[in-house]
Structure formats: C-alpha cells, structure tokens
C-alpha cells in the first residue's frame, strides 16, 4: 500500500511541474489591475472598430491612455458578466456592453453592480440623446450607463416585388393597409409579405407593442400580455398569417435570406438590419425601400424601437474614474459616433443627426435617404419597460404567438401565457 | 482481445465462402440484397459527410453565398480571402497553439491521473473503496452550471484567472474517464501481476511495465475522449479567459457571432481549421479506439 501512495505522490509531483511549466507559458498579467492607464471593455463584433477609433481620438489629449477591447460574442458578454457578478464582481472589465433588453435585468438583479454615472455628471449630456433611451438607463432618476446605438424601426421592402405587384409602398399608412398591400403582392407575384419565425421569435410584436407605448408589461411592472395593445398585435399577425403572407423562416439566418433572395417582400425591422442586408445580399444594391412601420389607426404613432445597445461601467472596476472619461467622450463626440455609422450601428446621439452621413441618400436603398427618416423617429419612440423577467415574458409570448398561429383564439392564448407568466415570476 | 476478433471474423469469411459454393441459385437474390445495402449505405454517407462539405464550401466562397437560391454547392475562390479575415479578427496561430497545447496538455495529465485513481479503484483492495467510486460515479451527476460560479471564484482568489492552469485543472480527474479505465483494469489478469510481484517487481514498475502497455487500447479510448472534452469545451475556458490572445478554438469561433452581422466564410473556414486536428487525432488512434471501445463492451 505504501508503494502505491508513493506512486500517486510521484504523479501528482508530475502534475505540479507540468502546470508550472504551464503557467510561466500563460500569459497571467490578467485583470489589467495596478495599471493605472489602462481600460478594458467587453463588445461584440462590430462595435469593436468604433470603440479602437474613440480610444485613439482619447489618447491625443491622453496620451498615456491605453484600451484593451476583448472581443466576444453576444450571448458570451452575458455569460461572462453574470458570472463575474454572481462571483461578487470578480474579473470583470472597465466598460461592458448591454443591449437594451437586458439593462434593466442587471440593474435590478444586480443594484449596485453599475457606477452611476449621473454622480460623476453625465446628466449634463441627457438632452443629446433621446428620452426612450436615457429612461432605459435609469433607476430612480439616476443613470446607470451611457446610451449608444438604438433600433428605430421601419419596414425594410423590395422595391422590385412592389413594382412587379403595382403596389405603392408609400400608400401604406396602416397596418390594414399593409395587410392589403401583402394580398395584392401575393396575389400578382405569388411571393410572401413577411418572413417570420413564429414558433422562435417574436420581433414584429415586440415591435408592435413598443410602438403602442406597450411592451411585456406596464409602466407599473404589471404582466400585461393580455393589454388592448397585445391584442391589437397579435390580431394583425393572426391575420396576416391566415391570409398566407407570411412565410416561415425558422432563425435569423432563414429570415436574412428570404429578404435577400426575394421570397419575401417586406421586413418589419431594427434600423441595423441594413448592416445584414448590404453584406449578405450585395447583388440586391438599388432594389431596397424603406417606410416608417404602418399605424394601428389613421395618423397613430410609427416610431418604434428593436435593439440597441448601451455600455456600463461596473463598481468593481479600479479604473472606474478614467472608464468614466473616456465613455464620456465616447459617447458624446461627434467624429466617434459617426464612425458606429459606417459598421452599421445607429448612434443615438441626436446632436449628429444633421450631418451629411444621415441626410445623405443612400445608393444601396435606391437613393432613398433612410437615415434621415430614421433619425426623425427617435424623439417618438416611446420608452418601454422591458424589466428583469424580460427574458421569460418573452418566452411565454412565443408560445401564444406559436397557439394563436395554430389556430387557438387570441384571448384564450394571451390569457394562458399571462398565467404562466405570473407563475414563473411572482 | 484483438486477436479473437480476427479469429471471429475468419471464422465468419469462411462461413460466406462455403455458403457462396453450395447455394449458387442463390447468388442472384444475395446480389439485390447486396445493391439495396449499398444505397442505404451510401445515403448515410452523404447525409453523414455532407455537413463536412458544407463546411468546407463556406470556407472557400464568400459569406453571401451561403445564402442563395439555390444553394452554392461548389468550392469557391475565397479560401485565401477568409483565412486572411479570420486571422486578423482573431489570429489563428495563436488560437490554434492555445487550443492544443491546452488540450495536449490536458489529456497527459489527467490520462496519468485518472490511470492511477482507476488502477488503485480496481485492483487494490482497502477500506472504503467501494464508497469512494460511488462518489466518483455521483460526481458525474452533478451539473457543470453548479460548480460554475464556484470554482469562477475559487480561481479568482488563487488570481489564476486568465491562465492555462485555470483552463485545464478544474477537469483533470474526469470521473467518467475514471469509470471506462476501471472497467478495462478489472479484466487484467491479477495473476500476472502476483508473479510480478514474485519477481520483486515494485507496485510502481507492475503498473507502469506491465499493466500499462497491455491497456493501451484502453488509454487510446479515454485519451481521444478527454482530448475531444477539451477541444471542444466552451464554457469553462469562455469564463475564466480574459483576453483574445487566451481564448482557444471555441471561445474564439463564438466570438464572431455578432448581433446583426456574422460572417459565414470566417466562421466556416474557422469550424474547418478546428475539426481538423480533432480528425487527425482520431484517425492516429483510431484501431486502438474500436478495439478498446470492443474490448469494455465484450466484457
């Protein structure tokens, strides 16, 4: 027995010097801490370029300014966020990322995780964003992060598929009138008004409550699917599907390409569909149109918000004084947030909105100026709120969205997910 | 054990042979049956390789390709432009020796450790072994997502956040691998080890001499299991990682699904250069793979 506790004690020596061997390999200089100078953010993708461009801009009047971006996916931000708030703030970055759906969640589950930024004198800059965004930010009557891209929505369409069909988009004031235009698309070019994943995701009525001023629940934190405004929505898909527009496409990637292969002939969406559109569909140049969404009723709201994005500082930084000036001034310059524009992002920032980059026409979309219409949306969106339980509202909305479309009544499945959402919340 | 499956498979040779020289009339029926099989087979084969080919048709057209109709079913010329694109977004080489050599790593140390724990479990006897496998065994039900935070923790305050150590130690006894080299261990003859033992052989030199070389099949089994562990591990790594210049092969791919715009080339030509190694892993091991999975099974 002996030998064998000497055989273990050999292989775990084994073990210890392999991994020492290891970690002078590593790189183990981790969290940046004790450098002074330095600010590490997490993002995705394409914000990557525009935060590289607003650390260099930054560092002409802070020249020993340094930012280190750690590039990760989406989803991968909230991994990694959750787990370092859950761990009590350990190994989280400067200057983090939010989309907007899920920036009250983490205010809510986590109060004092985020710097207040309206203490160090944001509130300054309130009025250069619109009020939908700085309310989203906000826990009681302080800001907790710094507003940057936003989803004005419109209806992406293909002006062939109208033009073909004899339809004139411009007409389309309502979503009556959309239903109608679709029956007539349908009718001369056989094609689908809309792509939609009913039984995966639920944009188009999230769109549709925001822009009833609605959303999941109500200004007083109230489960409110069974809302008129619900209703109002789910009614309109309801319809739209019975009447065979609407082609299914099951994940974003099916939705994409049924826009870009001209199957469907409108996409009710976020202003940053047009960074997907002009790359995955670049032989689709001059064949697209945009309009505000359609009305509920003659002269109703248009504006409405999907997506957006927010950055926020957590209290556990060491740097947190130095990640305030810097997404100051990112958020604020000019220069910085024209440069989101060309990745596709729409800045938030309405002190930009008459430069050239928004008035501009734009080839791709027929030369049409659909910057310019979309600014103009944001002072009416309405805010909304999306609240900590974002995530399982919106599950148990896809599942009445996913009856209603399989023929169950629109009361009936509204009211049986408002059940089960107050179960999986109270 | 090899050495009777070539006898079973003789056996079964001759078998046929004998059959085909008595029943001639027969031969025309065994034909069809035979062409049936072939396109059953070949179905699978396309249905199981063609995911392969996609991957690889991705990796050599552009990213809007992927998306016509109808779809693109032929190589592109684009290999060159989406290797150059994924290596700046987040320069291969480096993902590539992150991945390995945390995995390479990986399976030599925790192939030594869960040898030695699955030796001492099946060939040793003292008090409290049967315990401590049933706990082993119940370990293997606990969730990742529960020791998640935890050990995230743990981590932190050692300050090994951002390490290889971080990466690799958490699974270095890797219960299941425990379980499939007991199960083998158990059928080595203890006889030969008492005639060792005999011989004046240490407990050390039996295990390593004798014992080890007769289990490689065993250890090819469980290597090629913890090495596809390893490799293909995305949460672990994703938390305790800090910097791009860490990440290994999946936390790097993942890191270019953005929110609105992915491109496809990048990620297929990305999925390619990661399948790849695990493919040429197994096809070094994979005569001792079958045989070692045969081996625990004929058991």
Redesign the interface.
Known sequence: MKKVTGLVSISMMLVLSLFLAACGNGGSDSEGSGDSNKVTAWAWNINVPVLEKAAEKFKEENPDFELEVVEMGTDDVYSKLTTGLQAGGKGLPDIVLVEDDRVQGYMSAFPDAFVNVSDKGFDEMKDSFPSYKTELVSKDGAMYGFPFDGGPTGVFYRTDIFEEAGVNAEDIKTWDDYIEAGKTINEKTDKAMIGLDLNGDDGLYRMMLNQQGTFYFDDEKNVALTSEESKKAMKVQQKLNEEGLVKETVGWDAWISAMTSGDVATAPSGAWLYGSITQQGKDTSGKWGLIELPAFEEGGNRASNLGGSNYMIPSASDNADLAYDFMEFFSTNKDVQLSAMEGGLFPSLNTIYDNEAFTKEVEFFNNQPIWSLLADEMDSIPAVNYTGDYAVAKDEAVKAQSEIANGKGIEEALKASEDRLKNRIQ | MAKNLEVIEQSTNKLTLAERQQKKPKKKKNKLKAVWMYTLLSIFLVVSIFPFYWMFIGATND??K????PPTLLPGDQFMTNLTNLNE?IGIFRVLFNSL?VSG?YV??AL??CA?AAY?LAK?N?KGKKFIFTAFLLSMMIPYQAT??PL??MM?DF?L?????AV??PQ?CFPFAIFLLRQNFLAFPTELMESARLDGA???RI?ISIVIPSMRPALAAASIFLFMTQWNNF?WP???L?????YTFP?AL????????I?YGQVMMGVTLATVPIIAFFLTLQKQFISGMLGSALK
């Open positions: 990213s809007s992927m998306f016509t109709n977004s050599f790593l030599v140390i030594a450790v030695s001492v040793y003292f998640l935070i995230f923790q932190s300050n956040l951002n390490t290889y150590f690799i130690a270095l240490s407990e050390t295990f949460m994703l938390v305790v800090n910097t791009n210049d860490m936390v993942s890191s270019l699904m953005g929110l609105s715009y491109d």
